[in-house]
């Protein structure tokens, strides 16, 4: 449906029947810039941008207010700045974004077990059998958020609905800080009269060639002739498209859906060519990688490097391990020996990144019977209570001295 930005907020009205809606999709509002405002009170209300303040970097977060002048998630900074040029911008801080979320995804276990979690900051739940303990899905949803405010300082928009599909675009409608229920047999009527865009899956080139044909709402799938249809999103499309156009998303919510990969990446501030210079951010990448996986509680047992060269083409390469691991120093010497043969190339260098994916359990490798690292991980560790107690940076590899970049996370399924 496009970037949300609170001018279409939709709320339920008190005496609505909510027997049908045992699904709710919980999205947190502007998350990562909410995150960041509650260390900055002083600036609620005003258009915030999260990023880095480089020509080169892109926006992580903007708050409603940046919105409203057109501001999104993505967008090159210096574009963002031109649309809205009184902006405040933040430095991002994933690490906080990170035990937010599991603040809130710990609060949306104890409601249900049933927890579907999509990405950092949003999740489906399904609160069928959650009556007799915390009431109806209106109850838990209203607990839900309640609690998530008292917890973390936070607000999120829930949509509840019979379906997973409904239920997700009623939580984009009622943003932000908004509950709006739809009981099953209000469905169609609450469909029909939005925007194809509305569709789940229904991107900028798919919404173009449906109103080509002169489908603009819901309703014109929903009644559309399926040979026409076909010819402009293909059968499978059609099929799809025909079914959410009038509700039908019989997916269970699937409970716990790990996150498939972690990483993080860095767009230089200008197209680097110094090899030590790309195996010093190497570095200070893997560490943040490994960081995140000792606080998910999981290993990799595959290393992904990413690099973009001056020219934007990109290139991945990966390596499984020998056994997983959560451990910045392996992490960087795997991506640093599949970096060397690009090194000795000379191409100059705009984004590099470095991800950790197959992920499992500790111990869900064969344990080695010489095992060396528990000193490595005990440093790593240390250097992570320093930063959590002191800043950021506060600690690290003597490589590292002086090295900041303009850095955006690859948060699992969501990117």
């Known amino acids: 449906m496009g970037k949300q930005d609170g001018r279409t907020r939709h709320v339920t009205a008190a005496g609505v029947d909510d027997s049908t809606a045992t699904i709710l999709h919980v999205d947190m509002d502007a998350f990562f810039a909410s995150v960041e405002l509650l260390d900055h009170p002083e600036l609620v209300g005003k258009p915030v941008i999260v990023g880095h303040n480089s020509v080169r970097s892109v926006v992580t977060a903007a708050t409603y207010e940046a919105r409203k002048f057109g501001v999104n998630s993505a967008m090159p900074m210096a574009l963002a700045l031109r649309r809205c040029p009184h902006a405040i911008v933040l430095e991002p801080h994933f690490e906080r974004y990170q035990h937010f979320s599991s603040v809130v995804f710990d609060i949306c276990d104890q409601l249900t077990p049933k927890v579907e979690r999509l ?5 489906f739940l399904d609160v069928a059998g959650a009556r007799a303990i915390y009431g109806s899905p209106i109850e838990v949803a209203t607990l839900l958020r309640k609690r998530v405010f008292e917890e973390t300082g ?4 829930v949509g509840a609905a019979a379906s997973k599909y409904v239920a997700k675009v009623a939580s984009g409608l009622s943003k ?3 509950l709006l229920v739809i009981p099953a047999d209000k469905t169609v009527e609450f469909l029909h009269p939005l925007p194809i865009s509305a569709l789940w899956g229904v991107g900028g080139k798919t919404a173009e060639a449906l109103q080509q044909r002169g489908f603009t709402t819901i309703a014109h799938v929903a009644h559309a002739d399926r040979e026409t249809l076909t010819r402009a999103v293909g059968e499978a499309g059609a099929v799809k498209l025909h079914n959410l156009a009038w509700g039908n998303d019989p997916r269970p919510v699937v409970e716990r859906a790990a996150e498939k990969s972690i990483g993080h990446e860095t767009t230089f501030e200008y197209n680097v060519l110094d090899a030590d210079e790309i195996r010093r951010e190497l570095l200070r990448l893997s560490g943040k990688v490994a960081a995140r996986l000792r606080a998910g509680g999981v290993e990799a047992r595959t290393v992904v490097l990413k690099l973009r060269f001056e020219d934007f083409s990109t290139i ?7 056994d997983p691991t959560d451990l910045g120093r392996t992490l960087y010497e795997t991506v640093r020996d599949i970096y060397a043969d690009f090194a000795r190339e000379g191409r100059p260098v705009r984004l590099v990144g470095v991800r950790g994916e197959q992920l499992v359990e500790p111990g ?16 790593e560790e240390a250097m992570e209570a320093a930063s959590a107690r002191f800043g950021t940076g506060a600690i690290g590899p003597a490589r590292l001295l002086g090295s900041q970049r303009s850095e955006r996370p690859r948060l699992g399924q969501r990117d």
């Open 119 to 123: 990405g950092i900051d949003e999740a």
């Open 154 to 157: 936070l607000v999120c928009s």
């Open 176 to 178: 932000p800080d908004g």
């Open 316 to 322: 991945t390469r990966s390596r499984k391990l020998p």
């Open 364 to 379: 869900g490798g064969q344990m080695s019977l010489w095992d060396t690292t528990d000193g490595w991980r005990d440093a």
